[in-house]
């Protein structure tokens, strides 16, 4: 195919859900060894396997109330698609209908832990909307993110190639960027969210006061 996104790695794309964009890239590491002169004698490429990733833009009505519901997503061991999921991440504005980013790599073994995640709902619009923070009442949001990332870990056999993966250190983070017409643009966490800090604030002599806001909340494995 030479036109238009039609691989959905993740099996996620629908009626209401048009995939974006989609990229397969290679992972993989080199084994040099050096010779009297510094040169590399041989070399070796090892622990390879691809990277994936997704974009998906929500184009439906949503339900009777107009939210979009994401539903019940995972960190980790994707075994219908035969991936690891590493990041699922949703995007809001006030230009934009909601987006949906996924990425993963390649599957190997059984992971020892998997990550469930409650998704943020959102309506179903072009309206930038908090996910894990309350903008103020005089404050205006104007985009928002909201992303879940698990770090992973490999074991390897002997001759260096994945056998298996895992994912650990679940957490989410979220941030807006807001601005206010007649006061200090400001927000709050959400319950189970923690604030990364204050809000950041910026003024100029030819623009209306802007802020942004940083929360996070750390995730357990299931058991």
Same mark, same amino acid.
């Given at each position: 195919?030479?036109?238009?996104?039609?691989?959905?790695?993740?099996?996620?794309?629908?009626? =209401?859900?048009?995939?974006?964009?989609?990229?397969?890239?290679?992972?993989?590491?080199?084994?040099?060894?050096?010779?009297?002169?510094?040169? =590399?004698?041989?070399?070796? $490429?090892?622990?390879?396997?691809?990277?994936?990733?997704?974009?998906?833009?929500?184009?439906?009505?949503?339900?009777?109330?107009?939210?979009?519901?994401?539903?019940?997503?995972?960190?980790?061991?994707?075994?219908? =698609?035969?991936?690891?999921?590493?990041?699922?991440?949703?995007?809001?504005? =006030?230009?934009?209908?909601?987006?949906?980013? $996924?990425?993963?790599?390649?599957?190997?073994?059984?992971?020892?832990?998997?990550?469930?995640?409650?998704?943020?709902?959102?309506?179903?619009?072009?309206?930038?909307?908090?996910?894990?923070?309350?903008?103020?009442?005089?404050?205006?949001?104007?985009?928002?993110?909201?992303?879940?990332?698990?770090?992973?870990?490999?074991?390897?056999?002997?001759?260096?190639?994945? $056998?298996?993966?895992?994912?650990?250190?679940?957490?989410?983070?979220?941030?807006?960027?807001?601005?206010?017409?007649?006061?200090?643009?400001?927000?709050?966490?959400?319950?189970?969210?923690?604030?990364?800090?204050?809000?950041?604030?910026?003024?100029?002599?030819?623009?209306?006061?802007?802020?942004?806001?940083?929360?996070?909340?750390?995730?357990?494995?299931?058991?």
């Amino acid at each position: 195919m030479s036109y238009g996104a039609s691989t959905d790695h993740f099996g996620i794309a629908d009626t =209401n859900w048009k995939l974006q964009s989609s990229s397969k890239d290679p992972i993989s590491s080199n084994a040099t060894g050096d010779d009297e002169n510094g040169d =590399n004698a041989c070399e070796t $490429v090892y622990d390879t396997a691809f990277a994936y990733t997704a974009s998906y833009r929500y184009c439906g009505t949503g339900d009777t109330l107009g939210n979009v519901v994401f539903g019940t997503r995972i960190l980790g061991a994707d075994t219908t =698609n035969s991936k690891l999921l590493t990041s699922v991440a949703v995007a809001t504005s =006030n230009t934009e209908r909601p987006v949906m980013t $996924v990425n993963g790599e390649d599957l190997f073994g059984t992971p020892s832990h998997v990550y469930t995640l409650t998704m943020p709902t959102v309506t179903a619009a072009k309206t930038a909307q908090g996910m894990g923070f309350t903008a103020d009442t005089v404050t205006n949001l104007l985009s928002s993110t909201w992303t879940a990332t698990a770090q992973t870990s490999y074991a390897q056999d002997s001759d260096g190639q994945r $056998v298996i993966s895992d994912v650990y250190k679940g957490r989410i983070e979220a941030s807006g960027e807001l601005m206010s017409c007649t006061g200090t643009p400001g927000a709050s966490a959400d319950t189970g969210y923690t604030l990364n800090g204050p809000v950041s604030n910026s003024q100029n002599n030819t623009g209306y006061e802007t802020a942004t806001v940083n929360v996070f909340q750390n995730l357990l494995a299931d058991t």
